[in-house]
């Protein structure tokens, strides 16, 4: 494999907007927000919604919620403390208590902002509500994806639209106006929903690309754009870095022996950073810091090879279990790739992906099959190859 294209620059995108005005404007922002939550700023008299018990009320106790600026502040903070932390917000929901029964209820989540330092139990039964978006007493997944996707429905109706409109999600990105300086400008995003999409709704255009510009700077990045279709809702910063490890390297685990793992099994900080700069350009001290963060998910300051490669594998029994149903019911990987979609154009593409899943192995969660997708089509152009179909049989999960 070659070099990341971001390899030649000496900031990738994501990073280099780390060190513009306005991200260290938000920064201090944030940090300031931070501040005046833990300490003294949450015992001042607020905003409270009266009448809780009443459910007519619901609708107001929403509008006081949203007009209450310190509630509005600790959810800043909240998604910022999650990005820095959890590799996607598949990944965030799990780990905040959605893994046992698919939902996070009001302890769990007080119990995470405990631990990051917010200790006024008012203001975050507030914020529960607040995320709590049909009342039911717990946040599910849909209640909590859209904490970062904004509105799904519409953010799922322009990601259909796209998908029916592109092969690929590069050639999508280009459309909208990356090929030629590789961003998306709010402009660029505008012209195309209008004329190509037929949108009328300028705010509703605002809204969806509020949504995928991940880090607020403005413009949408290639990796801001391709996270949108990531179905564990993955980060930006994380997919840009895989990215860029995968052009680069031939496996995860030759990446991981040259970070600094292949003398003593684990890469720690000063290895990573030192990678980090001289071989992939990325120089930004505290975007890789994060990155770190992320990756060493026990937190005890070193990057095992487990930690690392499970940035790359995801639910590796699933894909396990997935291969030997196709094994059993289609008998060869030749008539599996033709039966999935690929028999008339020698590639299978999500929709006849999830129409194959349901048909022949009874398999009705789209969202499921579109995960399964997405781990055969290792480069993420939204199609998988006889090659890779190739590879995800042949090679081994460990």
Known sequence: MGSAECCGKPLPATAATINSPTIREAKESREGRGAAIKDGALRRNTTVTKGRSSAKNKDKEKVDT?????????????????????????DAFERLGGSDDNRI????????????????????????KYLDEDGDGFI?????????????????????????MFK??????????????GLIEPAEFEEFCIKSLGYSDT??????????DDNKDGTITKSEFKALFQPQGEFAIVTEFKDAVKKKFKSCMEAFDQLGGGDDGQIDRE?????????????NTELNDQLFNVIDDNGDG??????????????TV?????????????????????????????????????????????????????RLFRMIDNNGDNIITKEEFKTFFLVKQH
């Open 318 to 370: 699933k894909i396990m279990e997935f291969k030997e149903i196709l094994k059993e019911r289609y008998k060869t990987r030749k008539n599996a790739f033709e039966k999935l979609g690929g028999e008339d154009d020698a590639q299978i593409d999500l929709k006849e992906f999830q129409i194959a899943c349901c048909r022949d192995l009874g398999m009705n969660d789209k969202e499921e099959a579109e």
């Open 271 to 283: 290895e990573f950073q030192r990678f980090m700069d001289s071989l992939l350009g990325y120089a």
């Open 203 to 212: 705010q509703l255009i605002q809204r969806l690309f509020g949504a995928i």
């Open 105 to 128: 209820d009001l302890g769990e989540l007080n119990q995470f902002l405990v631990q990051q330092g917010y200790n006024n139990g008012k203001l975050n039964d507030q914020l529960f």
């Open 140 to 164: 599910s997944k849909g209640e909590f994806m859209s904490l970062f996707m904004g509105h799904t429905a519409e953010l799922s109706d322009f990601k259909e639209r796209l998908r029916e």
């Open 168 to 181: 690929t999600i590069t050639g999508a990105f280009n459309r909208l106006g990356g090929a030629d300086d």
């Open 66 to 90: 949203e007009q209450n600026i310190l509630v509005m502040a600790l959810l800043a903070d909240f998604k910022e403390s999650l990005r820095d932390r959890f590799k996607s917000c598949q």
């Open 302 to 315: 070193a990057i095992s090879k487990g930690e690392f490669k499970a940035l790359f594998v995801h639910h």
